[in-house]
């Protein structure tokens, strides 16, 4: 076992036998009561699920083993001459729970370079598509094409004991994890460069080398990849990819069929397609005014027209979260140190003062503050990315770090089979009239 893989294990064990106790003592302690309204709007929040690897605060923003986004900024290990911190040391810490010395960055570095060779069928089953379908369904089709590889789907078919499940998991997230560079880098390029690849750089880290193979080898944008891959990687348990990652694990289906239903989740324009929303909402603002360059009372007049068409601002507003993103924040750091100049980026900051006071007008909207995929965009369009279709991609790239450590962490742990009551109408209806729970 590599070292990574027995401190996780020395770690999980120590946490296993915390919650043993925990639930013995205070196991029927009340979290929390549900409500009628919490039962039909989306279970907001409902303190029904553990996920150890980040916190969201909804003032504070996402905290990663304690560490908020700027803390992070700072702490954790860089690419020589580099200033955002490199997702791999983000990943270990959210794994092992501590924050990594460079060594450990480097030896995760270099175990996801080693393990980052994609079967050809994937290749194959990728090129069975139309070229002119969505990234996400090409993404989402590679993954499960990459299931072959499953060792847990090996391993339990053959017959191993729960106590061992955690092991197999762990390795095809590390596996899995190293791969997804390589497949998403090739629907790029299959999709918007005529199918000309560019193979891996083994001596870069894994998002520099994701940056090099999809054609974008200068500093400034492997930054951008560095600080990407790392602010989009978990955001706690309850959102829709992570929610559906560990449900699916649950079942012990293998990470790979686990981590695709995260993605078909992440896919949806309420989640991780706003990201591509957003561009396609300010590029339509600007081509019917006919300007790249809108100005702040434009910008008004657009939002207030579209919410009159009842569609929603993409960008704005979260489930959980009551101020601005610090994802938002961290983007608009970068942005102000690399190309404050730029007119898509201006206008994401325009839209930024304009559109909440509009948002809470409205008397409806729980946050009227912008969340991470309001300014992604522009920065990926700024190195010329400005294929927004794939947008979602990269968000899925960054996504696995998170699902998947916490994945290690369901089976490390032992979580059982979820599976949350439901209800009917006709049954609220009888407990209202009745003031009891009904059979
Ligand atoms: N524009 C217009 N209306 C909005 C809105 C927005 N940005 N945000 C919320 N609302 C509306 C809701 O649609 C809802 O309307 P109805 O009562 O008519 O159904 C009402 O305001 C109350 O919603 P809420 O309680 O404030 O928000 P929810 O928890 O229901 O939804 C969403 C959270 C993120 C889905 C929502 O704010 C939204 O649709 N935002 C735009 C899409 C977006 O940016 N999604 C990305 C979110 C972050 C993320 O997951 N990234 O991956």
């Known amino acids: 076992m590599g070292y990574v893989k027995d401190s996780f294990k020395a770690k999980a064990d120590a946490q296993s036998k915390e919650i043993k106790s925990l639930l013995e003592q205070h196991g029927n302690m009340k979290l929390d009561d549900v409500t009628i309204a919490q039962a039909y709007q989306g279970m907001r929040g409902i303190p029904g699920l553990v996920t150890e690897t980040s916190l969201l605060d909804s003032n504070e923003g996402i905290r990663f083993r304690g560490f908020s986004i700027p803390e992070l900024r700072e702490k954790l290990s ?209 081509t019917e005014l006919n300007t790249n360059n809108p100005s702040k009372e434009q910008i008004a007049e657009y939002i207030k027209k579209t919410l009159t068409e009842g569609k929603v601002v993409p960008g704005y507003g979260h489930a959980v979260l009551r101020k601005t993103d610090p994802r938002f924040l961290a983007q608009m750091e970068f942005a102000k140190r690399h190309c404050p100049e730029d007119p898509m980026v201006q206008t994401v900051w325009n839209v930024y003062e304009v559109a909440p006071p509009i948002l809470e007008g409205t008397g409806k909207i729980k946050n009227p503050w912008p969340n991470v995929d309001a300014h992604s965009g522009a920065l990926l369009n700024h190195y010329g990315l400005v294929e927004k279709e794939f947008y979602t991609v990269l968000f899925g790239v960054s996504r696995a770090l998170g699902v998947l450590a916490s994945l290690c962490w369901d089976r490390a742990l032992g979580f059982p089979l979820e599976r949350p009551k439901s209800i009917t109408t006709e049954w609220v209806k009888k407990f209202v009239a009745k003031g009891e729970k009904v059979a």
């Open 78 to 286: 860089k690419a020589e001459g580099g200033n955002e911190p490199l997702p791999e040391g983000l990943f270990y810490l959210m794994l092992i729970g501590e924050i990594p010395n460079h060594e450990n960055v480097e030896h995760i570095s270099a175990t996801w370079a080693r393990r980052s060779h994609v079967p050809n069928h994937v290749f194959d089953v990728i090129e069975a598509l139309p070229v002119s379908t969505h990234p996400m369904t090409q993404f989402c089709a590679a993954i499960l094409a990459l299931q072959t590889e499953s060792k847990f789907a090996k391993a339990y078919a053959e017959g191993i004991s729960k106590k061992e499940h955690w092991s197999y998991v762990y390795e095809d997230a590390m596996t899995l994890i190293a791969r997804l560079p390589r497949v998403a880098a090739y629907i790029y390029r299959r999709k918007y460069k005529n199918g000309e690849h560019i193979q891996p750089d083994g001596m870069l880290d894994w998002a520099g080398n994701f940056a090099h193979m999809l054609g974008y080898d200068n500093e400034g944008f492997r930054e951008l990849m560095r600080l990407y891959l790392t602010i989009h990687a978990d955001h706690e348990g309850g959102n829709v990819s992570a929610h559906a990652t560990h449900l699916v694990g649950s079942a012990l289906s293998d990470p790979y069929l686990s981590f695709v239903a995260g993605m078909t989740g992440l896919a949806g324009p309420l989640h991780g397609l706003a990201n591509q929303e957003v561009m396609g909402w300010i590029e339509e603002m600007n």
